[in-house]
């Protein structure tokens, strides 16, 4: 299987099906970036599933599901966005659905920078606004057998 960096085509931010591609695809792709010689700094947040939920609850797994086309529209507005702030050089948010054991990776964010002061701020307002602004949902299936459907 060709990865991205191979192909040499930029990694494009999206919901992706679990597994379909790793950290390291992406930070690949990144280091192949047009404009790579303009960044001093590669920043990565990512979110896996915890044992517990929001409430307390004991969760077993997860079941993440989303409406793809206005998932990925929000994730590119998003990504554009942050890409105009200054010293930004490219950023990328992958998040995943199907089912998800504990630990198990969820989503990817990336930042590419100039420097890694403004990468840090650029990193934590797209991490705050794909959690507000993207459509996906999951279903948290809990120890006790019960579960529940959670934006």
Not at 104 to 121: A, M, Q, Y
């Amino acid at each position: 299987m060709k990865t991205n960096s191979e192909n040499l085509t930029p990694f494009r931010s999206g919901i992706y099906n679990k597994d379909k591609i790793n950290l390291n695809n992406i930070l690949s792709s990144l280091k192949n970036h047009p404009r790579i010689k303009e960044t001093g700094s590669i920043l990565t947040f990512s979110g896996i599933v915890r044992s517990t939920s929001k409430n307390g609850k004991f969760v077993r797994k997860l079941t993440i599901d989303a409406y793809e086309e206005l998932a990925n529209k929000s994730i590119k507005k998003i990504c554009d966005d942050i890409k105009e702030l200054p010293g930004i050089v490219d950023v990328i948010i992958v998040h995943f659905k199907g089912e998800f054991d504990v630990s198990d990776d969820l989503v990817h964010v990336i930042v590419g920078s100039s420097h890694r002061d403004e990468g840090f701020k650029a990193l934590r307002l797209a991490v705050e606004r794909y959690k507000n602004e993207v459509a996906v949902w999951k279903k948290e299936d809990y120890i006790n057998g019960t579960s529940g459907w959670v934006h």
